[in-house]
């Protein structure tokens, strides 16, 4: 199947500082990927879609100018979480989908600890 | 919007098998999926319906119905392994093609 990494694995900031999460598709085109966070024993939410070359476009509720999404390239998607704060701990996932796809293909999450 | 619901805990024994049922509301019924995922990692692809009926996958099957809004996946000869989370994900044509996440089925499996 399809394989998408994340990096890095784990990061842990102080509270105010930017963190950059990066995912990859490895072997196939994303023309889209999802970002999604997931709280402790909670589901996956998703907070933004983007489509390689276009603005990312937000989940209600979710703070664009906070989270901020690049989708520069067909393999690439970059999370920066700015001005990060402990409520912003979480499993950061991104997964992507090819136009031949049908299904999402899973990074290995990102666990993000704000001190 | 969609509505997603399955049990949040299932518990069987090794050798067993196991049926984990999704109901779902959609206006734009495009797909469903099944996740498996295991504490501490992100999600890894079982299978997907569109279809009415039954897909099978080794150990793994899953089955559809669109009229009724329902799918189950099934997992056969149960092994310590297959102890997880599984999450049942409905994608919607009308929602730009996203795919909704229920909150999943914590399956514990014992000797």
């Known amino acids: 199947g399809a394989v998408v990494s994340q990096h890095p694995s784990w990061v842990i900031c102080k509270s105010g500082t930017s963190v950059k999460i990066e995912c990859r598709s490895l072997d196939f085109q994303a023309t889209t990927m999802f970002w999604y966070r997931q709280f402790p024993k909670q589901s996956l939410m998703l907070m933004a879609t983007s489509n390689e070359g276009s603005k990312a476009t937000y989940e209600q509720g979710v703070e664009k100018d906070k989270f901020l999404i690049n989708h520069a390239s067909l393999t690439l998607s970059t999370l920066t979480v700015t001005s990060a704060h402990p409520e912003d701990s979480s499993f950061y996932i991104c997964?992507?989908?090819?136009?031949?796809?049908?299904?999402?293909?899973f990074g290995p999450g990102t666990r993000l600890t704000v001190l | 919007g969609q509505n997603i619901d399955q049990p949040t805990e299932m518990t069987a024994t090794e050798g067993a098998i196991v049926q984990i049922n999704c109901t779902y509301q959609?206006?734009?019924?495009?797909?469903l999926f099944w996740y498996q995922q295991h504490a501490g990692e992100a999600p890894t692809f079982l299978s997907y319906n569109v279809l009415d009926g039954l897909e099978e996958k080794g150990r793994f099957s899953s089955f559809l119905s669109r009229s009724k809004g329902y799918s189950y996946l099934l997992l056969k000869e149960l092994q310590m392994k297959d102890s997880a989370s599984y999450l049942c994900a409905v994608r919607d044509i009308t929602n730009a093609g996203k795919s909704t996440f229920g909150d999943g089925t914590t399956l514990t499996v014992k000797p």
């Open positions: 997964s992507g989908g090819g136009p031949s796809t049908d299904t999402q293909y």
């Open positions: 959609t206006s734009g019924f495009n797909g």
